[in-house]
């Protein structure tokens, strides 16, 4: 059982407030402001490299935590200042050619699809879009045809996209991809902290993560994960520094045998206490107690939205999860969020260029975005919801 009362003590910005706006940048527990701050008193004490030298155990810490949120060792943690840099820094490692072929989904990230977009300019690649079904799941069927016929390079694909509640199967992939020996990366920006992911079933070679969104660390944090696989076909990022490599002798270098070889030299370690304290604090919790509550709020708040006249949701999949997409009626979105603003509700706005493919199918350029996360109370979704009633 989670103690959600504690919870919200842990979090004392939640109280003046409904935050519902996780998949953005989420509320930090007290443990996690105090981990940085002490951190940061103790650099301008000693300054930055003593600390760093005296803080190695609790440096290792870092990894070691991430690699048991992800089910996995701490050789396969790197860490990165945020989301992206772990996917540029996994797609930088694979030697793309003219002609290989990425596989992707009609619903990735719209960074990530301006990455593989910026690839075929340079190198020419290919880019190709699995189908999507009329629930708004990947079509499996068509992912095998297009793995049978274009062999790729590279199969990416968002476990959760930013514009949409949809949890794509990540797993499923993984599966094709790995019987075929296929290298996988998966966007886990929006998942990770809010669901319980697990690297072992997903089967991928890399995984990218932020920590400001559902694992409630501070901004300037993320982390990659690298398969043993895919250190051992020697892959790494093509801009690598001597935090990634030694440098041997005058014409060469050797990168090291772990994940670290995707860091750079230079890391926020006053950040990076603060992301290990906020996924110390999930992991006590349980991640599965976690995703299990965030059911609750979700399904409370969609079966209060559904009493309402004029609102859809727009967020499609067998699966969804804590990140629910709406618009209500002819009202703009301007007027929908001076009326969230004035109840000091704290939300996003998805529009279109996050999402081009997903919201040219659904015939709209913007929604206003809602994610609960687990500080958030079943009551706080019933007044939500008569908020929303009242615009």
């Known amino acids: 059982m989670m103690n959600i009362e504690q919870i919200r003590q842990d979090t004392p910005y939640c109280l003046d407030k409904l935050f519902v706006n996780s998949a953005g940048s989420s509320l930090q527990p007290t443990v996690v402001v105090a981990a940085v701050k002490n951190y940061l008193d103790k650099e301008a004490q000693l300054g930055g490299y003593t600390v760093a030298d005296t803080n190695g155990v609790a440096i ?10 992800l089910g996995t060792q701490s050789s396969n943690i790197a860490f990165t200042h945020d989301a992206t840099d772990a996917y540029l820094k996994a797609l930088s490692a694979i030697p793309f050619q003219k002609g290989d072929v990425v596989i992707t989904s009609n619903d990735d ?15 020419g690649i290919t880019i190709k879009r699995i189908k999507t079904l009329a629930n708004g799941d990947i079509d499996i069927a068509h992912f095998q045809e297009l793995i049978t016929q ?42 990770v902290g809010q669901l319980v992911v697990d690297v072992q079933k997903i089967k991928c070679d890399f995984l990218s993560a932020t920590g400001r969104k559902f694992l409630r660390g501070p901004r300037g944090t993320g982390f990659l994960y690298v398969s043993d696989r895919a250190l051992a076909k020697g892959l790494s990022p ?15 270098y050797q990168v090291l045998p772990t994940a670290r070889r995707f860091q750079t030299w230079e890391k926020p370690y006053a950040l990076m206490m603060g992301l290990t304290t906020a996924i110390q604090y999930a992991t006590t919790i349980g991640l599965a107690n976690i995703e299990a509550y965030n059911e609750q709020l979700m399904q409370r708040l969609k079966h209060n ?4 006249p004029n609102v859809k949701i727009f967020d499609k ?68 919801a008569e908020i929303i009633e009242s615009i």
Request: net charge neutral; glycine share 8%.
């Open 305 to 308: 939205l559904a009493a309402i």
């Open 60 to 69: 290792e810490t870092f990894y070691e935590a991430i690699a048991k949120l």
């Open 238 to 252: 093509l801009f690598i520094d001597g935090g990634g490599a030694v440098w041997t002798k005058e014409q060469e």
């Open 150 to 191: 274009k062999t790729p390079k590279l199969v990416a694909i968002t476990h959760v996209p930013t514009n949409s509640g949809l949890i794509q199967n990540v797993e499923a992939i993984g599966e094709i991809c790995y019987q075929k020996a296929i290298l996988y990366l998966v966007d886990a920006c929006q998942s």
């Open 109 to 123: 990230y719209a960074s990530n699809q301006i990455q593989f977009l910026s690839l075929q300019k340079r190198f």
């Open 317 to 384: 999949g067998a699966k969804t999860c804590n990140l629910l997409t709406f618009r209500k009626g002819d009202k703009s979105a301007p007027a929908i969020q001076k009326v969230l603003n004035d109840h000091s509700v704290f939300h996003g706005l998805s529009t279109k260029e996050w999402g081009v493919i997903d919201y040219g199918k659904k015939g709209v350029d913007w929604t206003v975005r809602l994610s609960p996360h687990y500080f958030n109370t079943l009551e706080e979704m019933d007044r939500l």
